[in-house]
Nanobody, 122 residues
Framework: QVQLVESGGGLVQAGSSLRLSCAAS????????MAWFRQAPGKEREFVAG????????YYADSVKGRFTISRDNAKNTVYLQMNSLEPDDTAVYYC???????????????WGQGTQVTVSS
């Protein structure tokens, strides 16, 4: 069973950058596609970005395309989310997840981290 631990969240001003990290335990990290989701208060969890097992394929929600970059380091069992030009609407708890494919569907993912809070002030 894979365990995921996110880090890197915080309180920043609009226009700033943050980099989130998600460290995975276990020896099967390379077997999984990875993704980042986020959930704002009163809203459903939404897909942010996904990456294939090799890292060769990346996918983004329209709302973050051009501002966020997902990447992974399979040697370090870690997936990253570089977030630039942050906006107040990006405020949410950010979760990483692993699954068989980098889908936008929550039900595809078999393990989730505990989440890290990102707050963007205007």
């Amino acid at each position: 069973q894979v365990q995921l631990v996110e880090s890197g969240g915080g309180l920043v001003q609009a226009g700033s950058s943050l980099r989130l990290s998600c460290a995975a335990s276990g020896r099967t990290f390379v077997a999984y596609a990875m993704a980042w989701f986020r959930q704002a208060p009163g809203k459903e969890r939404e897909f942010v970005a996904g990456i294939s097992r090799s890292g060769g394929g990346t996918y983004y929600a329209d709302s973050v395309k051009g501002r966020f970059t997902i990447s992974r380091d399979n040697a370090k069992n870690t997936v990253y989310l570089q977030m630039n030009s942050l906006e107040p609407d990006d405020t949410a708890v950010y979760y990483c997840a692993c699954g068989s494919v980098p889908s936008a569907l929550v039900r595809v993912y078999i393990a989730w981290g505990q989440g890290t809070q990102v707050t963007v002030s205007s």
